[in-house]
């Protein structure tokens, strides 16, 4: 096998437990964003547009859909016969076997893949944002710097900055000091998660805490280098990117693309995000619908009222239908005369006739108000909802629900019904 | 595998007017998101043919385009591959396609050299869905020399456009008559026939020594005493885009329900060309009624009873009524669009109104898009 200049590891086994009941049956890189697209396209796209044809993409927790999602990789030209993308799930050794516990401990499980390609550089990702980037540029950055490592950093309000991990570099943008959620920041420099190594610093790196129980790189490989004095480069990006690690953000992220010129434009023909497409035909906007200040996939069938909302591939609104401010994943059925508002609804659900959803006042999740804090309905995959049932705010749904789960014919606001493992 | 697919699709028409002057018209774009040839190739992939030859010569760029990669059909396997095969000069041969059969001719080395038993040729500019293996079955239980295809014609007045054909009551075609002026008949050859590859080799090699080269008039018609030629009904839904009327109405009826459910949600399905475009965008002001729209599509005015095809602008004021937008058309502002078929990339400039009056308007002006 020929060696590759640079390879990318992805880091896609987590589960996003903030996203709530969106994650429930999906590996967080697997929840559909923007209509037709799921987060880990993102990552995937910019490695295929910035040149990289070699991804290892390392899996765990629920990876069925994303393993169906990926394939081999023909939507983002990843179909190749040397490179293209790895799904890469832990596995059994003779002498143990272990799941991937942090970051890095993954990384290091598949040394391995990795000196399969012997690269010269690696690049190491999540599946978490959404963003467009050239890792070329940054590739470029690090070599010019003679960098050991080149750690993506973005300026964010400085009033922000103690929400992230920040560095804290010199005129040379060498990194000089690193800190973790800091009460009071001395940069506004945002570490994005996205690094580059030498390989045989990754390499060393990883072997010598191999013993270190969940390695993360954050926490102990960056340090780990940072004690030995190598040389850290911090790599500014000044372009749209944005975490969709909470339900809000989430949300908000989705509804910045209704936007009349949204700041991240996914209508440009340059640096294209790829996805693997479920449908093709064109949606149909029946004489009853009206349609407004939306997003709409592929093959919908929409006859009700959108307005402001993010609607997936195959979503039907039936008739008398009101959606509001909501993000409708694909496949999502909203039947007669239903009422819903700022919901996030997952792919495959169904919403009876006459239901309605998201009214009367906010109320603290019972559920987990860490989680559920959004003023947001969320919904998970493959849900049924029954007719003319009343669903309050901030509340959670997941599995097949009937009228008798709502008592009196309501779930309150801050409730929640959560039927998992009973669907078919 | 039993048979290999051959589409014929370098033909033109005056009948469509200047939409042929951008593309072959398999190379029409339909229902929104496909392009006339989708059907024929879907078909052919859905009934497990896996070497499809499409004869092509006419303005093919746009299909050549469309047909970049196999992929999207499934074909393009070890087993078989999608072929575009256009006229060459060779040694023995500086002709343009001179007819249908001619064109086989010019490609029978490649007949030669399969081995699958039968042969289905197709064109490329109709609309349906069709099992392939369930003609070839009855082929085989007639026992029959060549089948044809037939449909009943969806519009009486239309018949003079197509080989108007009479069974008798087991099948067999006793009259073929090509375009003809006044129709016996409302059944018609949909340009799909069923025929043994060593036949259809015999055949191809008798005519060209004839200086004979159209399908139709050279084998089917002067053979229908000789060889046993059978029809077999389609029974579901079928069109042919080859006219501008037909060409409106067939993208038209997409907006009826069944014919949606029956292309778009019926099993199997059709397949077209993948373009990763983004999902459409509705602004504030957009206000759509009966429409489809593709994806790409950026509207922020009135869309009313017409299908928007992928990467269509709809600027602010606007009122799209009774008309089909092709890919990638940008409407200025205050523009009125009523009984049209606006042609792919074209700009309306902004303040404007086109209106078919009694018949549907075809809008290509070719406007600098930058100039406004």
Redesign the interface.
């Known amino acids: 096998m020929s060696s590759k200049e640079m390879i990318a590891m992805l880091l896609a086994g987590g589960q996003g437990s903030r996203l709530g009941v969106l994650t429930s049956d999906v590996a967080k890189p697997a929840v559909a964003f923007?209509?037709?697209y799921r987060i880990i396209d993102f990552p995937l796209s910019n490695c295929i547009n910035s040149g990289i044809d070699t991804v290892g993409v390392l899996t765990q927790y629920q990876p069925l859909v994303l393993n169906s999602h990926i394939g081999i990789g023909?939507?983002w030209d990843l179909d190749r016969n040397n490179g293209g993308v790895s799904v890469l799930p832990p596995y059994e050794r003779s002498d143990n076997s272990e799941w991937y516990s942090g970051t890095a401990n993954a990384i290091y499980q598949n040394l391995k893949y990795m000196e399969g390609y012997d690269p010269e550089y690696v690049l190491i990702l999540s599946g978490d944002h959404i963003y467009k980037m050239d890792y070329e540029a940054m590739l470029d950055f690090h070599k010019q710097n003679n960098a050991d490592i080149t750690i993506a950093a973005i300026p964010v309000p400085i009033e922000e900055a103690s929400r992230f991990g920040v560095v804290i570099t010199d005129e040379e943008k060498r990194i000089r000091e690193f800190e973790e959620k800091p009460e009071h920041p001395k940069s506004n420099l945002a570490s994005m998660g996205i690094y580059i190594f030498s390989w045989p610093v990754l390499r060393d790196a990883l072997v010598a805490l191999k013993d270190q129980s969940n390695c993360d790189f954050g926490k102990h490989i960056i340090p780990y280098c940072h004690e030995r004095d190598m040389r850290i480069f911090a790599y500014e990006f000044n372009g749209y990117w944005k975490d969709v690690g909470t339900l809000g953000s989430y949300w908000e992220a989705n509804m910045e693309l209704?936007d009349?010129i949204p700041e991240f434009n996914?209508?440009e023909e340059f640096w294209?995000?790829?996805?693997k497409?479920s449908m093709?035909?064109?949606?149909?906007?029946?004489?009853t619908?009206?349609?407004?200040?939306?997003?709409?996939?592929?093959?919908a069938e929409i006859a009700g009222e959108?307005t402001g909302s993010v609607?997936g591939?195959g979503v039907v609104i039936e008739e008398g239908a009101v959606v509001r401010d909501s993000i409708l994943m694909r496949g999502v059925h909203i039947g007669k005369g239903a009422y819903v508002e700022k919901a996030i609804i997952a792919e495959g659900t169904q919403v009876g006739a006459n239901t309605r959803i998201g009214i009367g006042e906010y109320a603290e999740s019972k559920l987990n108000p860490k989680v559920y804090q959004f003023d947001l309905v969320t919904i998970g995959s493959k849900t049924v909802i029954p007719e003319g049932v009343e669903i309050g705010k901030n509340t959670a749904i997941h599995g097949i629900t009937e009228a008798s789960d709502y008592p009196n014919g309501r779930l309150e606001s801050g409730d929640y019904i959560i039927k998992a493992g009973e669907e078919s | 595998m039993k048979a290999l697919g051959i589409i014929l699709a370098g033909g033109n028409s005056s009948r469509m007017q200047n939409l042929s002057d951008k593309r072959a018209i398999s190379a029409m774009p339909i229902g929104g998101s496909y392009r006339s040839i989708d059907f024929t190739l879907s078909n052919m992939t859905n009934s497990h043919i896996q070497t499809v030859a499409v004869l092509s010569q006419y303005n093919a760029r746009s299909l050549n385009e469309h047909l970049n990669s196999s992929k999207w059909w499934n074909f393009g396997r070890k087993q078989g591959g999608l072929f575009l095969f256009t006229p060459t000069v060779t040694a023995n041969n500086s002709w343009w396609y001179r007819g249908t059969a001619d064109a086989m001719w010019q490609n029978i080395d490649f007949l030669k050299k399969r081995h699958e038993p039968y042969v289905i040729i197709a064109s490329g500019d109709c609309v349906y869905k069709l099992d392939f293996n369930k003609v070839m079955d009855y082929h085989i239980a007639k026992q029959s020399n060549i089948t044809v295809v037939c449909a009943k014609v969806p519009d009486y007045d239309d018949v003079g456009r197509f080989g108007v054909v009479k069974m008798d009551h087991d099948g067999q075609i006793m009259d073929f008559e090509e375009k003809p002026m006044v129709a016996h008949s409302d059944i018609v050859s949909t340009g799909i026939y069923v025929i043994r590859r060593r036949t259809l080799i015999e055949l191809l090699e008798q005519c060209n020594k004839e200086g004979r080269y159209n399908f139709v008039t050279d084998v089917l018609i002067r053979y229908k005493g000789m060889q046993k030629i059978y029809g077999y009904m389609l029974e579901g839904y079928w069109s042919n885009i080859a006219s501008v009327k037909s060409y409106y109405q067939t993208n038209m009826n997409f907006l009826k329900p069944e014919v949606r459910d029956y292309f778009f949600r019926q099993e199997p399905k059709i397949y077209s060309k993948a373009y990763d475009l983004a999902p459409a965008k509705f602004n504030a002001g957009s206000n759509v009624k009966n429409s489809l729209i593709a994806s790409s599509c950026i509207i922020n005015s009135q869309v009313e009873n017409s299908i928007l095809f992928k990467k269509v602008f709809v600027g602010n004021n606007c009122v799209i009524k009774n008309s089909i937008i092709l890919n990638g058309a940008y409407i200025g502002d205050n523009v009125y669009v009523e009984n049209c078929i606006v042609e792919s990339d074209e700009t309306l400039l902004s303040n404007t109104s086109y209106i078919g009056k009694d018949e549907i308007k075809i809008v290509a002006e070719n406007h600098n898009r930058y100039g406004i």
């Not at chain 1, 294209?272 to 996805?275: D, E, H, V």
């Open positions: 923007g209509g037709k023909i939507p209704i009349l996914l209508y294209k995000i790829y996805t497409q093709i035909e064109p949606q149909y906007i029946s004489s619908a009206t349609v407004s200040k939306a997003i709409i996939g592929a093959g959108v609607l591939p």
